[in-house]
């Protein structure tokens, strides 16, 4: 029986098109807004890297859960911090988001406008007088009504020092500089005393610093950027002073945090952000280091130090929605939270947590001294990390800084740039 | 029931239209799925102005037109065009060179043999982080130039030295690879033109570019055209040594980084890194016509 060539290109399309039609949305179901109904379902919660450390500890909220809910079955899943952002994505774009998700605000902003995150204004309404009113708001989006996360876990960085550097440039070992002004005036002694072997920082200011520097780093309504004003402008050509007498490594415009990192390890920096975890590395890998280790608040000349919050998502396309809003409110509710910070140096977002004596009473060691001052300067802390800032926008603040410390643009030119670079990016992101 | 009762031979032949394609089925599938789907999808996203989680619409070639405006487009084109200048000539000679010398049997050569392509093997991040540590303001390789009072080298913070080190590495980490392949070119090489040649008074220089050459020259030509499209489309040596900014202030950034840059992330431009992927597929294919068109010139 012969086959007419039309049968065979049908039969060869139809091949091509039945495993490629697996790959639709598939997020067509679900999507009610209301939490109301019974806690039931399966339900899959995604985690950002926290397995490794603390797998005992999920491991555990979820089997409470499932016995608090007994109709409810939570599936977790655990991403590494590579790439986390790109696996959102993807799962995003394939209609596999699972139904709860931990991000931070940056995230949550474009799965947001794409429709994807439940507005916990309606949906969890009742929940909202549990946080911190600044938490809450951190996932509020500019332009868009409702907020898109729970508030999970805070935290300030701090900032480590090294003392024997300091101690050897004629520096007081036991005051590290505060604001920016201080940093300044000691990153330039160090780099003369040490005739520019030893630089203090090793990376290029991102939007962070801008705003701990006092810029202003969007106008109000957050519809365009604004940090190219005259602090911004003053900021930066400091910051070229600085690269200039190798106070800022020379390695600095390609540096990447974990280059950084390594950097502060073999002691050709003075100072480096953190967080809590680095002090095992240090205590292992660098043990002269460790000795000499002095820690400190973020620099700020603004009285705020930078918060970094953490949220926990829920799927606007979710099939379980009671379920989900159950869960992510579970897991970042007082209790929890405070459990939680009892395991690693983060701080509860919730009302109240923050006083609890954890946070509050000395007792004599270093850990409860740096644990006591992080909570302390968290309860003014900002978010400097505008919700819109993509990583695209985060590339070109990054590039235009480097031509500006190169000298082949002058940093009003190029903080112009970032700005006109950064509004037409805000602009397609829509 | 008639099937049955058939001779054997018109059995066959009566299933002959149909089985090859059931043969070429799974590999056809492979290719339209992973090859072909993809392949139309880049075209289409390219006149799209499509973002990771917002369909886009139709803008025609706008994105191809703002390609022409931007600048870190042509940053990425002249990167690759260097890289293709500074990677292909390397690693179309040196590897010759390295065949030659292993390509004698004497005692211990399969140990150089396997040293060459070693690299080959190595997984390219681990390589990366090598050399990234070796050639460090504090690395090994500045300690040496400084002990010799040469004083230290900005390998990692010069663009230029940046995209040269990076070059550097591709070559080595190429060499053993392109090795093989013309190790298995100068295997065919007859021993009696060498010895004829010598006879007649060649030198090895001489027998080298006589014999040696003509004989390996459509080899050549392969590697050339394997090796030309590989530099051009560059992302991880250069990804893992000027980081994921593409250098100081992003002059290291190449094509395929300047892909990936743009189009991934939850706020991905698509569509327009479609379009320049479309270039890189346009400017590969040009770079293995001009290269095969080359050869045939030469033989004519």
Redesign the interface.
């Known amino acids: 029986?012969?086959?007419s060539r039309r049968t065979?290109a049908a039969?060869?399309a139809l091949?091509?098109a039945l495993?490629?039609s697996a790959c639709g949305s598939g997020g067509d179901g679900g999507g009610s807004t209301d939490a109301s109904g019974k806690v039931e379902g399966d339900i899959t919660f995604q985690t950002w890297n926290l397995r490794a450390n603390f797998k005992d500890y999920f491991e555990g909220v979820i089997a409470d859960f499932e016995k608090k809910y007994p109709d409810t079955h939570v599936k977790w899943v655990d991403q590494p911090a590579e790439g986390y952002?790109?696996k959102?994505?993807a799962d995003?774009?394939g209609g596999t988001l699972p139904d709860v998700v931990n991000v931070s605000p940056d995230?949550v902003?474009?799965?947001a406008?794409?429709g994807?995150a439940l507005d916990l204004d309606k949906a969890a309404a009742k929940y909202k007088k549990e946080y911190l009113a600044g938490a809450w708001a951190s996932h509020r989006i500019p332009g868009m009504t409702g907020t898109y996360a729970f508030p999970w876990y805070l935290n300030t960085g701090p900032l480590f020092y090294n003392k024997s550097l300091f101690k050897k440039a004629g520096l007081d070992p036991e005051t590290p500089p505060k604001t920016y002004d201080d940093l300044f005036a000691d990153a330039l002694e160090l780099a003369e005393k040490s005739d520019g072997k030893v630089a203090t920082l090793a990376n290029v200011p991102t939007i962070e610093d801008f705003g701990r520097y006092g810029v202003e780093l969007m106008n109000k309504q957050g519809t365009a950027f604004t940090f190219n004003d005259a602090k911004g402008v003053q900021m930066l050509a400091k910051y070229k002073e600085l690269y200039d007498a190798k106070a800022l490594?020379?390695?600095a415009?390609?540096?990447?945090p974990e280059?950084s990192g390594r950097k502060f390890l073999?002691e050709?920096v003075a100072m480096n952000p953190g967080s809590a975890l680095d002090l095992g590395n240090f205590k292992k890998q660098a043990p002269n280091l460790y000795k000499n280790i002095g820690i400190t608040d973020q620099i700020t000349s603004t009285g705020h130090v930078n918060m970094y919050v953490m949220g926990v998502m829920v799927n606007s396309k979710t099939r379980h929605t009671p379920a989900a809003v159950a869960f992510a409110h579970f897991v970042t509710d007082a209790e929890h939270q405070m459990s939680f910070a009892k395991k690693v140096a983060i701080f509860p977002s919730t009302a109240g947590s923050l006083d609890d004596p954890y946070f509050t009473k000395e007792d004599g060691t270093d850990e409860t001294r740096v644990r006591i001052a992080a909570a302390k300067s968290l309860k003014n802390a900002v978010n400097y990390t505008p919700v819109l800032f993509?990583?695209?926008m985060k590339?070109a603040l990054?590039?235009?800084v480097?031509?500006a410390l190169?000298g082949?643009e002058s940093p009003k030119a190029a903080l112009d740039n970032a700005v006109k670079q950064c509004n037409t990016?805000l602009q397609?992101?829509? | 029931m008639a099937l049955s009762t058939a001779p054997r031979a018109q059995r066959v032949r009566r299933q002959l239209p149909f089985s090859p394609w059931l043969f070429a089925a799974p590999g056809l599938l492979v290719t339209g799925v992973f090859i072909l789907y993809p392949f139309v999808s880049t075209l289409v996203n390219s006149l799209t102005d499509r973002r990771t989680l917002i369909p886009g619409k139709f803008v025609g070639l706008a994105n191809f037109r703002e390609l022409l405006h931007d600048d870190m487009f042509w940053i990425g084109l002249r990167n690759s065009t260097l890289y293709v200048l500074g990677v292909v000539p390397a690693l179309v000679v040196l590897p010759l060179l390295l065949a030659l010398l292993v390509q004698k049997n004497i005692p211990g050569i399969t140990f150089f043999r396997s040293a060459f392509y070693t690299p080959v093997v190595a997984s390219i991040v681990v390589v990366g982080l090598i050399w990234v540590w070796l050639l460090d303001e504090r690395g090994l390789i500045n300690s040496l130039l400084e002990s010799v009072g040469v004083g230290r080298v900005g390998f990692l913070s010069d663009q230029w030295l940046l995209l040269l080190s990076a070059m550097a590495v591709t070559v080595w980490k190429g060499l053993g690879y392109y090795m093989i392949i013309y190790l298995a070119a100068l295997a065919n090489v007859p021993r009696e033109l060498h010895e004829a040649a010598a006879v007649d008074g060649a030198g090895a220089v001489r027998r080298f570019l006589t014999v040696t050459v003509p004989a390996v020259r459509s080899t050549m030509v392969l590697v050339g055209a394997l090796s030309s499209v590989a530099a051009f489309k560059v992302f991880s040596e250069v990804y893992l040594m000027a980081g994921p900014s593409g250098g100081p202030a992003g002059e290291d950034t190449t094509l395929v980084m300047l892909v990936q840059r743009t189009g991934t992330g939850l706020t991905g431009r698509v569509g327009y890194a479609s379009a320049i992927s479309v270039v890189v597929f346009v400017v590969t294919v040009a770079l293995m016509l001009l290269v095969l068109r080359a050869d045939r010139r030469d033989e004519t």
């Open positions: 029986m012969p086959i065979l039969a060869a091949c091509l495993p490629l952002a790109d959102i994505s995003a774009a995230l902003a474009p799965l406008k794409a994807l490594d020379p390695q415009l390609t540096a990447t280059s073999t050709a993509s990583e695209q590339t990054r590039n235009e480097a031509k190169q082949k990016l397609q992101q829509g």
